[in-house]
Protein backbone atom coordinates (compact mmCIF):
# COMPACT_ATOMS: atom_id res chain seq x y z
CA UNK A 1 0.00 0.00 0.00
CA UNK A 2 2.73 2.11 0.49
CA UNK A 3 2.85 3.56 -3.40
CA UNK A 4 -0.38 4.19 -3.42
CA UNK A 5 -1.64 7.65 -3.38
CA UNK A 6 -3.87 9.87 -1.68
CA UNK A 7 -6.68 11.58 -3.44
CA UNK A 8 -8.34 14.81 -1.77
CA UNK A 9 -11.20 16.87 -2.49
CA UNK A 10 -11.45 20.11 -1.77
CA UNK A 11 -14.57 21.51 -2.05
CA UNK A 12 -14.27 25.05 -1.80
CA UNK A 13 -16.46 28.52 -2.07
CA UNK A 14 -15.27 29.57 -5.72
CA UNK A 15 -14.30 26.24 -7.07
CA UNK A 16 -14.22 22.67 -6.63
CA UNK A 17 -10.48 21.14 -6.75
CA UNK A 18 -8.71 17.83 -6.67
CA UNK A 19 -4.67 16.75 -5.65
CA UNK A 20 -3.48 13.77 -6.02
CA UNK A 21 -0.43 13.47 -3.04
CA UNK A 22 1.98 11.03 -2.93
CA UNK A 23 2.81 9.14 0.46
CA UNK A 24 5.32 11.90 1.42
CA UNK A 25 2.81 14.54 0.85
CA UNK A 26 3.99 15.94 -2.76
CA UNK A 27 1.27 17.66 -5.28
CA UNK A 28 1.22 14.41 -8.22
CA UNK A 29 -1.73 15.99 -9.75
CA UNK A 30 -4.62 18.76 -9.25
CA UNK A 31 -7.00 19.76 -11.10
CA UNK A 32 -9.87 22.67 -10.57
CA UNK A 33 -13.21 23.50 -11.84
CA UNK A 34 -14.93 26.70 -10.74
CA UNK A 35 -18.13 26.56 -9.25
CA UNK A 36 -21.21 28.73 -10.32
CA UNK A 37 -22.18 31.79 -8.12
CA UNK A 38 -26.00 32.33 -7.33
CA UNK A 39 -27.07 35.78 -6.45
CA UNK A 40 -30.83 35.51 -6.57
CA UNK A 41 -31.32 38.72 -3.99
CA UNK A 42 -28.38 40.91 -2.84
CA UNK A 43 -26.84 39.72 -0.17
CA UNK A 44 -27.88 36.22 -0.88
CA UNK A 45 -25.35 33.76 -2.08
CA UNK A 46 -26.41 29.92 -3.37
CA UNK A 47 -25.00 27.12 -5.21
CA UNK A 48 -26.52 24.34 -7.29
CA UNK A 49 -25.48 21.05 -5.09
CA UNK A 50 -25.66 18.82 -8.27
CA UNK A 51 -23.38 21.16 -9.77
CA UNK A 52 -21.11 20.61 -6.46
CA UNK A 53 -21.30 16.73 -6.75
CA UNK A 54 -20.71 16.66 -10.55
CA UNK A 55 -17.64 19.10 -10.41
CA UNK A 56 -16.03 16.86 -7.58
CA UNK A 57 -16.94 13.60 -9.71
CA UNK A 58 -15.36 15.48 -13.10
CA UNK A 59 -12.10 16.50 -11.43
CA UNK A 60 -11.36 13.27 -9.28
CA UNK A 61 -11.80 11.32 -12.76
CA UNK A 62 -9.64 14.00 -14.42
CA UNK A 63 -7.16 13.98 -11.99
CA UNK A 64 -6.74 10.48 -12.20
CA UNK A 65 -6.27 9.58 -15.21
CA UNK A 66 -4.71 12.79 -16.31
CA UNK A 67 -1.85 11.60 -14.08
CA UNK A 68 -1.89 8.19 -16.06
CA UNK A 69 -3.01 6.26 -12.68
CA UNK A 70 -6.17 4.07 -11.88
CA UNK A 71 -8.47 3.93 -9.17
CA UNK A 72 -6.52 1.13 -8.00
CA UNK A 73 -3.69 3.55 -7.08
CA UNK A 74 -5.61 5.48 -4.78
CA UNK A 75 -5.69 3.90 -0.95
CA UNK A 76 -8.18 6.78 0.14
CA UNK A 77 -10.09 9.38 -0.02
CA UNK A 78 -10.50 12.78 1.81
CA UNK A 79 -12.71 15.42 1.70
CA UNK A 80 -12.34 18.92 3.24
CA UNK A 81 -14.96 21.46 2.82
CA UNK A 82 -16.25 25.18 2.69
CA UNK A 83 -17.67 25.14 5.83
CA UNK A 84 -21.00 26.07 7.22
CA UNK A 85 -23.20 25.92 4.10
CA UNK A 86 -25.97 23.65 3.94
CA UNK A 87 -27.94 21.55 1.30
CA UNK A 88 -31.26 19.83 1.97
CA UNK A 89 -32.29 16.99 -0.12
CA UNK A 90 -35.13 14.41 -0.54
CA UNK A 91 -34.16 10.71 1.06
CA UNK A 92 -36.01 9.25 -1.87
CA UNK A 93 -34.79 10.96 -4.87
CA UNK A 94 -31.78 11.88 -3.12
CA UNK A 95 -32.19 15.30 -5.08
CA UNK A 96 -31.45 18.58 -3.64
CA UNK A 97 -35.02 20.38 -3.01
CA UNK A 98 -33.21 23.83 -2.27
CA UNK A 99 -29.87 25.42 -3.61
CA UNK A 100 -27.22 24.89 -0.92
CA UNK A 101 -27.10 28.28 1.02
CA UNK A 102 -23.60 29.05 1.23
CA UNK A 103 -21.47 30.47 4.53
CA UNK A 104 -21.80 33.60 3.00
CA UNK A 105 -25.51 34.40 2.16
CA UNK A 106 -27.16 36.98 4.84
CA UNK A 107 -31.02 35.55 3.92
CA UNK A 108 -31.47 34.98 7.43
CA UNK A 109 -29.77 38.29 9.38
CA UNK A 110 -33.95 38.61 10.33
CA UNK A 111 -33.84 35.74 11.52
CA UNK A 112 -30.40 35.68 14.08
CA UNK A 113 -31.59 39.61 14.71
CA UNK A 114 -34.33 38.37 15.99
CA UNK A 115 -32.81 35.67 18.17
CA UNK A 116 -29.65 38.04 19.56
CA UNK A 117 -31.31 37.45 23.10
CA UNK A 118 -29.88 33.81 22.85
CA UNK A 119 -26.23 34.66 22.82
CA UNK A 120 -25.04 33.90 25.61
CA UNK A 121 -26.81 30.64 25.31
CA UNK A 122 -25.47 29.48 22.14
CA UNK A 123 -21.75 30.95 22.79
CA UNK A 124 -21.73 28.38 25.53
CA UNK A 125 -23.22 25.86 24.28
CA UNK A 126 -21.48 25.50 20.63
CA UNK A 127 -18.29 28.10 21.23
CA UNK A 128 -19.61 30.06 18.37
CA UNK A 129 -22.19 33.33 17.73
CA UNK A 130 -25.66 33.76 16.57
CA UNK A 131 -24.91 35.25 13.11
CA UNK A 132 -26.33 34.59 9.47
CA UNK A 133 -22.99 32.36 8.83
CA UNK A 134 -23.12 29.14 10.56
CA UNK A 135 -25.90 26.39 9.16
CA UNK A 136 -28.83 26.58 11.74
CA UNK A 137 -30.71 29.84 10.80
CA UNK A 138 -30.59 29.27 6.87
CA UNK A 139 -32.08 26.00 8.24
CA UNK A 140 -34.92 27.44 9.91
CA UNK A 141 -34.52 30.18 6.76
CA UNK A 142 -35.45 27.62 4.73
CA UNK A 143 -38.07 25.97 6.88
CA UNK A 144 -39.70 29.50 7.70
CA UNK A 145 -40.25 30.01 3.81
CA UNK A 146 -41.14 26.21 2.70
CA UNK A 147 -43.14 25.68 5.10
CA UNK A 148 -44.02 22.20 3.46
CA UNK A 149 -40.52 21.10 3.54
CA UNK A 150 -40.92 21.68 7.31
CA UNK A 151 -43.69 19.11 7.33
CA UNK A 152 -41.93 16.73 5.45
CA UNK A 153 -38.59 17.05 7.47
CA UNK A 154 -40.45 16.22 10.56
CA UNK A 155 -41.94 13.02 9.24
CA UNK A 156 -38.65 12.10 8.09
CA UNK A 157 -38.47 12.40 4.53
CA UNK A 158 -35.52 14.69 4.32
CA UNK A 159 -31.99 14.83 4.95
CA UNK A 160 -29.54 17.72 5.68
CA UNK A 161 -25.92 18.38 6.15
CA UNK A 162 -23.23 20.55 5.58
CA UNK A 163 -21.10 19.94 1.91
CA UNK A 164 -18.95 17.36 3.32
CA UNK A 165 -22.08 15.24 4.35
CA UNK A 166 -23.70 16.16 0.96
CA UNK A 167 -20.81 14.55 -0.74
CA UNK A 168 -19.94 11.59 1.25
CA UNK A 169 -23.44 10.64 0.87
CA UNK A 170 -23.31 11.12 -3.23
CA UNK A 171 -20.17 9.20 -3.33
CA UNK A 172 -21.16 6.19 -1.32
CA UNK A 173 -24.83 6.73 -3.26
CA UNK A 174 -26.86 7.48 -0.50
CA UNK A 175 -25.53 4.63 1.65
CA UNK A 176 -23.53 7.02 4.34
CA UNK A 177 -25.15 10.18 5.87
CA UNK A 178 -22.26 11.59 7.98
CA UNK A 179 -20.48 14.28 8.93
CA UNK A 180 -17.11 14.78 10.78
CA UNK A 181 -16.81 16.60 13.70
CA UNK A 182 -15.08 19.97 12.79
CA UNK A 183 -18.08 19.98 10.43
CA UNK A 184 -20.61 19.49 12.60
CA UNK A 185 -19.02 22.37 15.34
CA UNK A 186 -20.04 25.13 12.35
CA UNK A 187 -24.33 24.81 12.46
CA UNK A 188 -24.95 26.15 15.91
CA UNK A 189 -26.80 22.60 16.48
CA UNK A 190 -23.91 21.19 17.96
CA UNK A 191 -22.79 21.28 21.42
CA UNK A 192 -19.10 21.03 21.95
CA UNK A 193 -18.81 20.41 25.15
CA UNK A 194 -21.40 16.66 25.23
CA UNK A 195 -20.00 16.73 22.11
CA UNK A 196 -23.48 15.63 20.40
CA UNK A 197 -26.75 17.56 18.80
CA UNK A 198 -27.80 19.77 20.88
CA UNK A 199 -31.73 19.13 22.46
CA UNK A 200 -32.34 22.51 22.99
CA UNK A 201 -30.52 24.25 20.65
CA UNK A 202 -32.92 21.69 18.42
CA UNK A 203 -35.49 23.03 19.95
CA UNK A 204 -34.65 26.44 19.91
CA UNK A 205 -34.21 26.53 15.64
CA UNK A 206 -37.36 23.85 15.51
CA UNK A 207 -35.29 21.54 13.68
CA UNK A 208 -36.14 17.51 13.57
CA UNK A 209 -32.78 15.56 14.34
CA UNK A 210 -34.14 12.89 12.24
CA UNK A 211 -32.66 14.85 9.13
CA UNK A 212 -29.34 15.42 10.78
CA UNK A 213 -25.95 13.11 9.67
CA UNK A 214 -24.21 10.82 11.97
CA UNK A 215 -21.01 12.71 13.50
CA UNK A 216 -17.75 10.68 12.32
CA UNK A 217 -14.48 11.18 13.77
CA UNK A 218 -12.42 13.17 11.72
CA UNK A 219 -9.95 10.24 10.56
CA UNK A 220 -11.63 6.69 10.35
CA UNK A 221 -13.62 5.12 7.67
CA UNK A 222 -17.05 6.71 6.83
CA UNK A 223 -17.80 4.46 3.82
CA UNK A 224 -16.68 3.55 0.35
CA UNK A 225 -16.89 4.75 -3.35
CA UNK A 226 -20.09 3.24 -4.89
CA UNK A 227 -19.69 0.67 -7.39
CA UNK A 228 -21.38 3.17 -9.45
CA UNK A 229 -18.35 5.04 -9.65
CA UNK A 230 -15.14 2.39 -9.55
CA UNK A 231 -15.33 -0.94 -8.34
CA UNK A 232 -12.61 -0.45 -6.65
CA UNK A 233 -13.32 -0.39 -2.42
CA UNK A 234 -11.83 2.82 -1.93
CA UNK A 235 -12.43 4.09 1.69
CA UNK A 236 -13.65 8.10 2.20
CA UNK A 237 -11.41 8.12 5.59
CA UNK A 238 -10.96 11.84 6.29
CA UNK A 239 -13.06 14.75 6.85
CA UNK A 240 -12.62 18.42 7.96
CA UNK A 241 -13.77 21.64 7.12
CA UNK A 242 -11.28 23.63 5.14
CA UNK A 243 -9.80 25.63 7.73
CA UNK A 244 -9.44 23.00 10.42
CA UNK A 245 -7.87 20.96 7.06
CA UNK A 246 -5.10 23.13 7.19
CA UNK A 247 -4.31 23.46 10.62
CA UNK A 248 -4.26 19.81 10.41
CA UNK A 249 -1.82 20.32 6.31
CA UNK A 250 0.11 22.35 8.76
CA UNK A 251 1.19 19.68 11.11
CA UNK A 252 -0.14 22.25 13.86
CA UNK A 253 -0.63 18.99 16.20
CA UNK A 254 0.36 20.52 19.76
CA UNK A 255 -1.43 23.35 22.08
CA UNK A 256 -0.27 26.67 21.00
CA UNK A 257 0.62 25.46 17.46
CA UNK A 258 -0.97 28.04 15.11
CA UNK A 259 -1.51 28.75 11.73
CA UNK A 260 -2.71 31.94 9.66
CA UNK A 261 -4.26 31.51 6.04
CA UNK A 262 -4.18 34.87 3.91
CA UNK A 263 -6.85 34.75 1.04
CA UNK A 264 -9.10 36.81 0.18
CA UNK A 265 -9.92 37.21 4.25
CA UNK A 266 -7.67 36.18 6.86
CA UNK A 267 -8.20 32.83 8.65
CA UNK A 268 -6.60 32.35 11.75
CA UNK A 269 -6.07 28.93 13.93
CA UNK A 270 -4.66 28.36 17.31
CA UNK A 271 -4.77 24.41 18.65
CA UNK A 272 -6.22 24.46 22.11
CA UNK A 273 -6.02 20.90 22.99
CA UNK A 274 -8.42 19.34 25.38
CA UNK A 275 -9.15 23.32 26.49
CA UNK A 276 -12.01 24.91 25.31
CA UNK A 277 -11.21 28.84 25.44
CA UNK A 278 -14.48 30.64 26.48
CA UNK A 279 -13.56 34.39 24.78
CA UNK A 280 -14.20 37.29 26.00
CA UNK A 281 -12.44 38.83 22.98
CA UNK A 282 -14.12 37.85 19.84
CA UNK A 283 -13.12 34.94 18.79
CA UNK A 284 -14.79 31.85 18.37
CA UNK A 285 -14.37 28.09 19.79
CA UNK A 286 -14.43 25.45 17.66
CA UNK A 287 -13.62 21.54 17.30
CA UNK A 288 -10.35 21.24 15.10
CA UNK A 289 -10.98 17.20 14.53
CA UNK A 290 -11.36 14.11 16.75
CA UNK A 291 -9.05 11.24 16.12
CA UNK A 292 -8.44 8.13 18.41
CA UNK A 293 -11.24 9.38 20.56
CA UNK A 294 -9.43 11.97 21.48
CA UNK A 295 -10.48 15.41 20.97
CA UNK A 296 -8.70 18.48 20.07
CA UNK A 297 -10.34 22.20 20.11
CA UNK A 298 -9.17 25.24 18.24
CA UNK A 299 -9.75 29.36 18.57
CA UNK A 300 -10.74 31.12 15.88
CA UNK A 301 -10.50 34.80 14.45
CA UNK A 302 -11.08 36.11 11.03
CA UNK A 303 -10.32 39.12 8.86
CA UNK A 304 -12.28 40.26 6.41
CA UNK A 305 -10.69 41.81 3.93
CA UNK A 306 -7.37 40.72 3.90
CA UNK A 307 -6.15 39.56 0.00
CA UNK A 308 -9.19 41.63 -0.86
CA UNK A 309 -7.17 44.57 -0.57
CA UNK A 310 -5.13 44.14 -2.92
CA UNK A 311 -7.69 43.46 -5.25
CA UNK A 312 -9.47 46.73 -4.54
CA UNK A 313 -5.50 48.62 -5.65
CA UNK A 314 -6.12 46.57 -8.49
CA UNK A 315 -9.30 46.95 -9.53
CA UNK A 316 -10.86 49.63 -8.00
CA UNK A 317 -7.95 52.00 -7.54
CA UNK A 318 -5.79 50.49 -10.69
CA UNK A 319 -2.57 52.10 -9.12
CA UNK A 320 -1.43 48.28 -9.60
CA UNK A 321 -2.01 46.43 -12.55
CA UNK A 322 -1.51 42.58 -10.41
CA UNK A 323 -1.11 41.60 -7.21
CA UNK A 324 2.53 40.78 -7.54
CA UNK A 325 2.86 44.62 -8.38
CA UNK A 326 2.14 45.45 -4.31
CA UNK A 327 5.59 43.67 -3.90
CA UNK A 328 7.47 45.67 -5.87
CA UNK A 329 6.15 48.89 -5.08
CA UNK A 330 7.03 48.09 -1.43
CA UNK A 331 10.18 47.03 -2.00
CA UNK A 332 11.02 50.42 -3.57
CA UNK A 333 10.20 52.84 -0.26
CA UNK A 334 12.16 53.38 3.01
CA UNK A 335 9.00 53.21 5.12
CA UNK A 336 5.09 54.43 4.71
CA UNK A 337 5.65 57.98 5.90
CA UNK A 338 3.74 57.74 8.62
CA UNK A 339 0.21 56.69 6.47
CA UNK A 340 -2.23 53.65 7.49
CA UNK A 341 -4.83 51.77 5.20
CA UNK A 342 -7.94 50.65 7.56
CA UNK A 343 -9.29 48.37 5.14
CA UNK A 344 -12.54 47.76 6.87
CA UNK A 345 -14.54 47.74 3.75
CA UNK A 346 -17.34 45.25 5.03
CA UNK A 347 -16.57 46.48 8.97
CA UNK A 348 -13.80 44.22 11.42
CA UNK A 349 -13.87 41.26 12.30
CA UNK A 350 -11.77 40.21 15.41
CA UNK A 351 -11.34 41.65 18.36
CA UNK A 352 -13.56 44.85 17.02
CA UNK A 353 -16.73 43.15 15.57
CA UNK A 354 -17.54 46.41 14.43
CA UNK A 355 -19.98 45.73 10.86
CA UNK A 356 -20.81 49.63 10.85
CA UNK A 357 -17.27 51.21 10.71
CA UNK A 358 -15.75 51.37 6.90
CA UNK A 359 -12.37 52.23 5.57
CA UNK A 360 -10.06 54.98 6.25
CA UNK A 361 -6.52 56.03 5.25
CA UNK A 362 -4.60 58.32 7.31
CA UNK A 363 -1.77 60.53 7.04
CA UNK A 364 -1.70 61.72 3.82
CA UNK A 365 0.39 64.36 2.40
CA UNK A 366 1.03 65.80 -1.04
CA UNK A 367 4.16 63.51 -1.46
CA UNK A 368 2.18 60.57 -0.77
CA UNK A 369 2.17 58.66 -3.91
CA UNK A 370 0.83 55.50 -5.17
CA UNK A 371 3.46 53.29 -3.69
CA UNK A 372 2.97 54.53 -0.28
CA UNK A 373 -0.97 53.53 -0.55
CA UNK A 374 0.30 50.21 -1.66
CA UNK A 375 2.45 49.39 1.06
CA UNK A 376 0.42 50.59 3.74
CA UNK A 377 -2.36 48.32 2.31
CA UNK A 378 -0.52 45.28 2.36
CA UNK A 379 0.76 46.48 6.28
CA UNK A 380 -2.88 46.67 6.84
CA UNK A 381 -2.51 42.68 6.68
CA UNK A 382 -0.32 42.05 8.99
CA UNK A 383 -1.60 44.08 11.14
CA UNK A 384 -5.15 42.98 11.51
CA UNK A 385 -2.96 39.58 11.72
CA UNK A 386 -1.04 41.14 14.72
CA UNK A 387 -4.73 42.20 15.99
CA UNK A 388 -5.85 38.29 16.27
CA UNK A 389 -2.76 36.82 17.58
CA UNK A 390 -2.31 39.48 20.06
CA UNK A 391 -6.00 38.73 21.15
CA UNK A 392 -5.31 34.86 21.03
CA UNK A 393 -2.19 35.61 23.43
CA UNK A 394 -4.38 37.17 25.82
CA UNK A 395 -6.76 34.95 25.86
CA UNK A 396 -4.66 32.02 25.55
CA UNK A 397 -0.93 32.80 27.73
CA UNK A 398 0.28 31.04 24.84
CA UNK A 399 3.23 32.26 23.70
CA UNK A 400 4.13 32.01 19.85
CA UNK A 401 7.75 32.22 18.58
CA UNK A 402 6.61 31.19 15.03
CA UNK A 403 3.58 31.24 12.67
CA UNK A 404 2.72 28.40 9.69
CA UNK A 405 1.32 30.25 7.30
CA UNK A 406 -0.41 29.60 4.02
CA UNK A 407 -2.36 30.63 1.18
CA UNK A 408 -2.62 33.20 -2.41
CA UNK A 409 -0.56 36.34 -0.47
CA UNK A 410 1.82 34.30 1.00
CA UNK A 411 3.72 34.62 -2.22
CA UNK A 412 4.88 38.38 -1.17
CA UNK A 413 7.74 38.21 0.33
CA UNK A 414 7.59 41.97 1.73
CA UNK A 415 4.22 40.76 3.41
CA UNK A 416 5.77 37.88 4.95
CA UNK A 417 8.98 39.76 6.38
CA UNK A 418 6.71 42.83 7.65
CA UNK A 419 4.52 39.83 9.70
CA UNK A 420 7.32 38.55 11.44
CA UNK A 421 8.82 41.98 11.95
CA UNK A 422 5.66 43.42 13.20
CA UNK A 423 4.39 40.28 15.46
CA UNK A 424 8.41 39.65 16.47
CA UNK A 425 7.54 35.49 15.67
CA UNK A 426 9.07 33.65 12.87
CA UNK A 427 7.00 32.88 9.69
CA UNK A 428 7.46 29.59 8.47
CA UNK A 429 5.90 28.87 4.89
CA UNK A 430 5.49 25.72 3.86
CA UNK A 431 6.28 23.85 0.61
CA UNK A 432 3.36 23.23 -0.96
CA UNK A 433 0.55 25.96 -0.51
CA UNK A 434 -2.51 23.61 -1.23
CA UNK A 435 -2.16 22.53 3.01
CA UNK A 436 -5.67 22.50 3.01
CA UNK A 437 -6.32 19.50 0.59
CA UNK A 438 -2.98 18.41 2.08
CA UNK A 439 -4.87 18.18 5.14
CA UNK A 440 -7.76 16.16 4.60
CA UNK A 441 -5.22 13.84 2.54
CA UNK A 442 -3.34 13.16 5.57
CA UNK A 443 -6.49 12.87 7.54
CA UNK A 444 -7.68 10.51 5.32
CA UNK A 445 -4.10 8.39 5.29
CA UNK A 446 -4.16 8.54 9.01
CA UNK A 447 -7.50 6.85 9.06
CA UNK A 448 -6.55 3.97 7.49
CA UNK A 449 -3.21 3.48 8.77
CA UNK A 450 -1.56 4.52 6.08
CA UNK A 451 0.62 7.12 9.08
CA UNK A 452 1.19 5.00 11.52
CA UNK A 453 0.52 8.77 14.07
CA UNK A 454 1.05 12.44 13.73
CA UNK A 455 4.08 11.78 14.49
CA UNK A 456 5.33 10.69 11.51
CA UNK A 457 3.27 13.05 9.08
CA UNK A 458 4.88 15.82 11.16
CA UNK A 459 8.15 14.21 9.57
CA UNK A 460 6.74 14.74 6.39
CA UNK A 461 6.73 18.66 6.78
CA UNK A 462 8.77 20.45 4.27
CA UNK A 463 9.44 24.07 4.22
CA UNK A 464 9.97 27.33 1.49
CA UNK A 465 10.64 29.64 3.30
CA UNK A 466 11.47 31.35 6.95
CA UNK A 467 10.93 34.74 8.16
CA UNK A 468 12.88 35.66 10.84
CA UNK A 469 11.77 39.44 13.15
CA UNK A 470 14.73 42.06 11.71
CA UNK A 471 13.44 45.69 13.38
CA UNK A 472 13.91 46.78 16.71
CA UNK A 473 11.02 46.30 19.88
CA UNK A 474 10.83 50.07 20.02
CA UNK A 475 10.33 50.34 16.17
CA UNK A 476 7.46 47.63 16.27
CA UNK A 477 6.02 48.90 19.19
CA UNK A 478 5.66 53.00 17.38
CA UNK A 479 4.17 51.36 14.16
CA UNK A 480 2.10 49.27 16.27
CA UNK A 481 0.56 52.10 17.81
CA UNK A 482 0.02 54.21 14.95
CA UNK A 483 -2.22 51.43 13.75
CA UNK A 484 -4.37 51.14 16.99
CA UNK A 485 -4.64 55.11 16.50
CA UNK A 486 -5.83 54.54 13.31
CA UNK A 487 -8.40 51.60 13.95
CA UNK A 488 -9.40 53.88 16.70
CA UNK A 489 -10.48 56.71 14.38
CA UNK A 490 -11.48 54.68 11.88
CA UNK A 491 -14.13 53.35 14.35
CA UNK A 492 -15.08 56.44 15.73
CA UNK A 493 -16.27 57.88 11.90
CA UNK A 494 -19.68 56.88 11.25
CA UNK A 495 -20.99 59.12 8.19
CA UNK A 496 -24.40 59.36 7.99
CA UNK A 497 -24.32 60.94 3.96
CA UNK A 498 -25.05 58.12 2.24
CA UNK A 499 -25.01 60.04 -1.25
P1 LIG B 1 -9.15 32.44 -1.51
O1 LIG B 1 -8.92 31.00 -1.16
O2 LIG B 1 -9.75 33.27 -0.43
O3 LIG B 1 -9.83 32.63 -2.84
P2 LIG B 1 -6.29 32.52 -2.19
O4 LIG B 1 -5.59 31.77 -1.13
O5 LIG B 1 -6.45 31.90 -3.54
O6 LIG B 1 -7.68 33.09 -1.66
O7 LIG B 1 -5.51 33.90 -2.36
C1 LIG B 1 -6.00 34.92 -3.21
C2 LIG B 1 -5.74 36.28 -2.58
O8 LIG B 1 -4.32 36.48 -2.48
C3 LIG B 1 -6.30 37.40 -3.45
O9 LIG B 1 -7.13 38.22 -2.66
C4 LIG B 1 -5.06 38.15 -3.93
O10 LIG B 1 -5.27 39.56 -3.94
C5 LIG B 1 -3.99 37.79 -2.91
N1 LIG B 1 -2.67 37.75 -3.54
C6 LIG B 1 -2.25 36.95 -4.54
N2 LIG B 1 -0.97 37.22 -4.88
C7 LIG B 1 -0.57 38.22 -4.05
C8 LIG B 1 0.65 38.96 -3.89
N3 LIG B 1 1.73 38.72 -4.64
N4 LIG B 1 0.68 39.92 -2.93
C9 LIG B 1 -0.39 40.16 -2.15
N5 LIG B 1 -1.55 39.51 -2.26
C10 LIG B 1 -1.65 38.56 -3.19
Not at 9 to 15: E, N, R, V
Not at 224 to 239: A, F, W
Not at 354 to 372: M, N, P, V, Y
Request: aromatic residues 12%; contains cysteine; charged residues 20%.
Amino acid sequence: MQNKFLLAIDQGTTSTRTIIFNRCGDVIYEVSKEITQYYPFPGWVEHDANEIFEKTLACMFECIFSAKLSFKDIAAIGITNQRETIVVWDKKTKKPVYNAIVWQSLQSKEITDNMSIYNDLIKEKTGLKINPYFSASKLRWLFDNYPKLQKRANNGELLCGTIDSWLIYNLTDGNVHATDYSNASRTLLFNIHTLSWDEDLLKLFNIPKCILPEVKESSGIFGYLSNKITQEKIPISGVAGDQQASLFGQCCYQYGDLKNTYGTGCFTLMNTGTKIVNSKYGLLSTIAWKINGQITYAIEGSIFIAGAAIQWLRDELKIIKSASDSEKYACSLQSTEGVYVVPAFTGLGTPYWDDECKGAIFGLTRGTSKEIITRATLESIAYQSKDVIETMKKETKANFTQIYVDGGATVNKYLMQFQADILNSKIIVPATIQTTALGAAFLAGLGIKYYKNVAEITKLRKINAIYEPKISKNRQIELYKGWKKAVKVTRMFKNSVKN
